[in-house]
């Protein structure tokens, strides 16, 4: 079963019957992986009324909020293509694996931070086993923490560069299943419009956040590119 927050301090199981119910009425799954307070997810369902937009983060508190407000009718700002799950990217629910058209992560932290910065086995693979072959995947990740007062944890990890990407990151991902294109910094416009509270937070201020774009598309292991 899966764990659905619809509150403050509020959860339910979801089956796999109604999971399945959802998706065949939807034109596109989306998973927003670490979604923090659902709102980037929120902003996505809002703007594809067609799609399935799910949110999984590891902890499920900083949702309440967001789903408690999706839980309401429509005219009240409820949103029924939206789901907000507590699940862990290292163990990601079978329910789930192979649903995705399209997997997001906008701006992660702490473990998924760096299990995408420094590949491991378990974030791309975690990664991977949420996508159908040829979802999309878009990755975001924040430049700022290396540049200003590094979080004490993160000083050991390399800086989020193209460079980097290309010559860490992307093996990893395609060892798992993801072929990723060149990353690229995003424009100032570009950055500024992303959804999420911690993009405006980290862009308060600043006339250009330092955002680190990197797409990518899911293939079935072992199939070339």
């Known amino acids: 079963m899966l764990t659905r927050v619809v509150g403050r301090g509020r959860v339910r199981e979801l089956s796999e019957t109604e999971l399945d119910q959802l998706r065949a009425g ?9 979604t923090g307070d659902g709102r980037f997810a929120y902003a996505r369902a809002t703007a594809h009324p067609d799609w ?14 967001t789903a408690q407000r999706a839980m309401r009718r429509p005219e009240r700002g409820g949103r029924p293509n939206l ?9 990601v629910p079978g329910e789930l694996m192979d649903a995705a058209d399209e997997v997001t992560v906008v701006l992660p932290w702490g473990r998924l931070l760096e299990g995408i910065v420094c590949p491991d086995e ?6 991977a086993s949420l996508c159908r072959p040829g979802a999309a995947v878009s990755i975001i990740l924040n430049g700022e923490i290396w540049v200003e007062s590094t979080p004490a944890r993160f ?11 290309a010559t860490v990151v992307a093996p990893a991902f395609a060892e798992a299943g ?3 294109s060149a990353a690229r910094w995003l424009e100032a416009d570009e950055a500024k419009a992303l959804t999420s509270t911690w993009s405006r937070k ?8 330092r955002f680190l774009n990197i797409d990518g598309v899911a293939c079935s292991l072992g199939s070339p590119g």
């Open 26 to 34: 939807a034109a596109r799954t989306v998973v927003d992986v670490g």
């Open 52 to 65: 399935l937009v799910i949110g999984i983060d590891a902890i499920d508190e900083p949702m309440g909020e």
């Open 83 to 91: 789901l907000l799950l507590r699940a862990s990217i290292e163990q």
């Open 122 to 127: 378990e974030v791309p693979l975690g990664l």
């Open 155 to 165: 000083r050991d990890l390399p800086d989020p560069t193209p460079e980097h990407v």
């Open 178 to 180: 993801i072929r990723l």
């Open 202 to 209: 980290l862009g308060h201020g600043r006339e250009h956040p």
